[in-house]
């Protein structure tokens, strides 16, 4: 066989076992990205082999990775935030900064050194709201005031992350902790996110019919495709992960008349190329290393802390809305999915994370995503859905229900 | 700059330059073929040599390919021949052996050795319809009787250049005339094709169903993909070229009841993946061989011959129509485009075409479809739209027209 149709094939091989993978999750009520991780361990080269994970599929990784997070960043509006107001600013950061401190302690005392220790830090970090939200509206709540400040909460959530990432990855290549150098190296990251997020999203409100025709006689899909690489580029550039800048032309393009139509359009790319990143990811799960007693035990170990401190920070962050409230409010933030496991690819693919640790955070975010559903029901239960509360917030997050992701 | 940043360095080079060129051609009422193809020529290795197409370019460009050719397949419909009948079957047919024999014969004489020179012969055949719908369409003539026989007789033509696409890639791989050999190579090849096209499409009007929900879980563009990619990699593995398999898969995707949906779907995917296929077409084209006034007679020459070849067989075939309109079917077959460039694409990685015959192909295939529009247009001058004429025929082909590409 040529190379040209053995790529093929294994671009075949994996997109199957994806679509088995989260067919099989979806019939368990689990999160499709458990199943699509779960046969990339099965079909990847520790279990299998049937694949070998090169440069083609690394750059087809990557590529979905980079569309899923434009997609996050295109449900992320900054009008969201200001609308349910403090309370999710407040459980925004407080999911940040603790989560991050005691992953970051835990990896240190575990005897990581301090870059490496932040790192891991920062994928303890960032909510996956997409499989909260999902919840949500398969149980009529999406209307209520904790699951507005859930998503609110998730919002700010992922711009704070991208900001830690962007500093851990920095301080990362930089190496040292050499003050001034790192005070620079978080000016770079902070100025490029902060840029971005605030005036990009501002002169594109200012400036939205530039993606309409006539005037550009381009299709706003192909220009916010060439923003997103463009971005994603700039920020791999300057040494920040290539995401970040992807995430960020999604803020902008949210800011645009088209978010409707470009989410729409978004949705077969997405179906086609994101699978690859799942499975790509789970291929280098070694499942094997699990007959360890001691690895057991480091993943249960990490999972309750990465639980409980987004719980305790969350809860404490909305006790204003009263015990029940605060703590579903909570366990709604848990679920880590996608951005914690692409943080742990990276941190994998900069040979900053060893298969082990890697493995873990993996496990770790799975197993986030899984514990989180059956509890948030549970603490509905009882509770009438208020009228109108399948219809969303904005009706947008009808989408996020549909497409399988996040 | 790391190996991944310079893949999407590569990428996005690609993805906006494509974008500049079809915006030049479409503002020089051209195909935007042409320019994307032009854009390659200049970003590519014998210009100013932005980018290298390694493994990773190629795949990416194959997989354009591909998505190209089912979405061509799947505007490809047995009950559309039935419609227009054998005046189609004969204009299909005949501009189909006659291209084929003047190209085998001159690739011949001008020195190549018999399997070279039919594979040669194979570029010369395939029509590109999309390109005469456009024109067509503008005009407001796509209900007329020249239409519809130009697009009927496309279909056939694209069928039957797929087989012969299929004999010569496997005679070629053959390498000999051993009459034995060959006929089970045909045999091998007409095996596939016709099975695929006549039986593969009855099941698929039996059991359209199957692409619908709930009896199936996934979306139909979920389960096409990985159809595609299948058949794609079958015909591979037979020896034909994967895009047989992919144009079959979409023929056979044709007959299910989701056809206008999954054309709809299919959009953001050609949007972003097809252009990798021209420019890094373009891109192996070597513009400084002009120089040559010997390969520019050659480009002439081979130009003529297609261009006349084409329209003496489809006028002819088309006599019963009258002078005026078998000239509008003849001057309506011109374009080759897309096919007639991939097979030659086909050739130079196969090592069967040299640089210099690849670029006279690529040259003859963009010279076509740039003469036929404004011919057709003259033939036209005078003649009253009929009433109704932009609807198109079926409405399907108002999504060849927007498109961009075909």
């Given amino acids: 066989m040529d190379h040209s149709t053995a790529a093929l094939l294994a671009l075949l091989i994996i997109f199957v076992a994806a679509q088995i993978g989260a067919e099989i999750s979806q019939r368990l009520t689990l999160p499709s990205v458990v199943g699509e991780i779960a046969a990339g361990c099965i079909i990847g080269p520790f279990a299998l082999n049937l694949i070998q994970v090169g440069h083609e599929l690394e750059l087809f990784a990557e590529l979905g990775a980079i569309l899923l997070l434009f997609s996050v960043g295109l449900e992320t509006r900054l009008d969201d935030l ?15 900064i603790l989560p991050f401190l005691v992953g970051g302690l835990w990896a240190h005392l575990a005897g ?20 909260t939200a999902r ?18 909460a998730a919002v700010i959530d992922d711009i704070l992350a991208m900001l830690l990432l962007g500093f851990v990855t920095s301080f990362q290549a930089q190496g040292s902790v050499d003050v001034l150098g790192l005070f620079f190296v978080l000016l770079q990251a902070v100025g490029f996110v902060l840029l971005l997020a605030l005036v990009g999203t501002r002169l594109m409100q200012r400036s939205s019919q530039l993606l ?28 920040l992960a290539a995401i970040i800048g992807a995430f960020l032309a999604g803020m902008i393009a949210a800011e645009s008349t088209q978010r409707h139509s470009l989410e729409k359009q978004l949705q077969p790319l997405l179906a086609f190329l994101v699978p690859y990143f799942f499975v790509v990811t789970g291929s280098k799960v070694d499942l094997s290393q699990l007959a360890s007693l001691n690895v057991v035990g480091t993943v249960i170990l990490v999972t309750i802390l990465a639980v409980l401190s987004k719980i305790v920070a969350c809860s404490l962050a909305s006790m204003s809305l009263g015990r029940r409230s605060s703590i579903i409010v909570g366990v ?11 943080v742990a690819s990276l941190g994998l693919q900069a040979g900053v994370l060893s298969n082990t640790i890697y493995s873990v955070i993996i496990l770790m975010s799975l197993l986030t995503s899984v514990i989180a559903p059956p509890a948030l029901k549970a603490l509905f239960a009882g509770i009438t859905p208020p009228p109108g509360g399948e219809q969303g917030v904005d009706g947008h997050l009808m989408k996020v229900d549909t497409s399988g992701y996040g």
Same sequence: chains 1, 2.
């Fill in 82 to 96: 200001k609308k349910v107001g403090k309370v999710a600013a407040y459980v925004g950061t407080g999911g940040v």
């Fill in 112 to 131: 990581f050194e301090l870059s490496k220790a932040l790192f891991i830090g920062a994928a303890f970090v960032a909510t996956s709201a997409g499989i």
């Fill in 135 to 152: 919840v949500l509206h398969e149980l009529g709540m999406l209307s209520r005031i904790e699951s507005r400040i859930i998503l609110g």
């Fill in 332 to 342: 709604g933030m848990v679920p880590r999915g996608e951005v914690g496991i692409i």
């Fill in 212 to 239: 309409e025709a006539p005037i550009n006689p381009l299709s706003p899909l192909t220009l916010c495709l060439a923003g997103c690489l463009a971005l994603a580029v700039a920020a791999a550039y300057i040494g």
